[in-house]
């Protein structure tokens, strides 16, 4: 199966851009970005889909798959308008 999770790595990644991982069991929300990602373990060269394979809940007692997605806060923007 392919999409963007696929078709990016790590090293693709701007240095601001954040990834959103929610547990699929317990739905603990967790964010991270490229620098973390790579901090202990240069993990630049791997997909996103490989990262969201690894990826496993922290909380205690928990360890669930993650569900991994892109954090676009610079695209929101609040409804201005009205009936006309």
Request: charged share 30%; hydrophobic share 35%.
């Given at each position: 199966?392919?999409?963007?999770?696929?078709?990016?790595?790590?090293?693709?990644?701007?240095?601001?851009?954040?990834?959103?991982?929610?547990?699929?069991?317990?739905?603990?929300?967790a964010y991270t970005?490229?620098?973390?990602?790579?901090?202990?373990?240069?993990?630049?060269?791997?997909?996103?889909?490989?990262?969201?394979?690894?990826?496993?809940?922290?909380?205690?007692?928990?360890?669930?798959?993650?569900?991994?997605?892109?954090?676009?806060?610079?695209?929101?923007?609040?409804?201005?308008?009205?009936?006309?």
């Amino acid at each position: 199966m392919s999409g963007w999770k696929t078709s990016y790595k790590v090293s693709d990644l701007s240095d601001k851009q954040q990834l959103e991982l929610i547990c699929r069991q317990c739905n603990r929300l967790a964010y991270t970005n490229k620098s973390m990602l790579c901090e202990k373990i240069d993990r630049s060269h791997l997909y996103l889909d490989e990262i969201e394979k690894r990826a496993r809940c922290k909380a205690r007692g928990c360890g669930g798959l993650m569900r991994l997605s892109m954090v676009r806060l610079d695209e929101l923007s609040g409804f201005v308008g009205g009936m006309a």
